[in-house]
């Protein structure tokens, strides 16, 4: 099946199924995570895109981490593998009131083998607090860089639930896509908060499976 092109842009653009990486796994964890989720389109009822993804990520240093995922929805439904790597960092921990800070950055690759591979990046910082020992709130805003030049924004807002004592989390969240893009006219229905935007739900799941090292 030949990958329409043009449609690469809209599934980079509503998250592929990633959720918000929120902090870097410790330093020498192993993590597995997957997440789906999309825009909510109505037909008929609303539904979410189910766009989804699966990778591991890295802990290189206490406040620094690295991750990879294969992007599950343009592969199986496709035919086109994609990938994206990222990297995390806090830079600044939760302290009292003031909440934690961390700043990611995303590359994507698409490729049918054929047409050759698209390529588009994004950077993103989220806010974070934890209000117990297992629950965790956080803010994420995510600006992206396409291959054609546009750079659509994307906001979310969402919560993390750790499990011990295997170190694991579920989260949840709520993100409107492409927020300044006008849907009226659009030739997709979507749930649009204030005429603006894709409003969607991501959820997410991750394991860490092992600790090859402690921090120094």
């Given amino acids: 099946m030949r990958f329409p092109w043009p449609l690469a842009p809209a599934l980079v653009l ?24 999309g825009p909510v389109a109505v037909i ?20 620094w981490d690295i991750g990879a995922h294969v992007h599950l929805t343009t592969l199986l439904a496709l035919g086109t593998p994609g990938l994206d790597v990222e990297t995390n960092v806090l830079a600044l921990e939760e302290s009292g009131p003031i909440p934690a800070v961390s700043f990611t950055a995303r ?8 047409s050759g591979v698209q390529l588009n990046w994004d950077l ?11 629950w965790l709130v956080f803010f994420n ?8 030049g546009a750079g659509p ?3 979310a807002i969402g919560g993390r639930l750790s499990f011990t004592p295997a170190p694991a989390g579920l989260q949840l969240e709520l993100r409107v896509f492409d927020l300044f893009q ?35």
Wanted: overall charge positive.
């Fill in 14 to 37: 509503t998250g592929c199924g990633l959720a918000t990486h929120v902090r870097p796994v410790p330093p020498g964890a192993l993590q597995v995570e997957a997440a789906v989720g």
């Fill in 44 to 63: 008929g009822a609303p539904v979410p895109l189910p766009l989804s993804t699966a990778g591991a990520r890295y802990g290189v240093l206490p406040r």
């Fill in 107 to 114: 590359g994507y690759a698409f490729t049918d083998f054929r």
């Fill in 124 to 134: 993103g910082v989220t806010v974070s607090r934890t209000f117990s020992e297992r």
């Fill in 141 to 148: 805003l995510v600006r992206q860089q396409q291959y054609d």
């Fill in 153 to 155: 924004w994307s906001a």
């Fill in 182 to 216: 006008p849907t009226a006219g659009s030739s997709i229905p979507w749930v649009s908060p204030f005429g603006h935007g894709a409003l969607g739900v991501v959820l997410g799941a991750d394991w860490e499976v092992v600790r090859l090292r402690t921090a120094p």
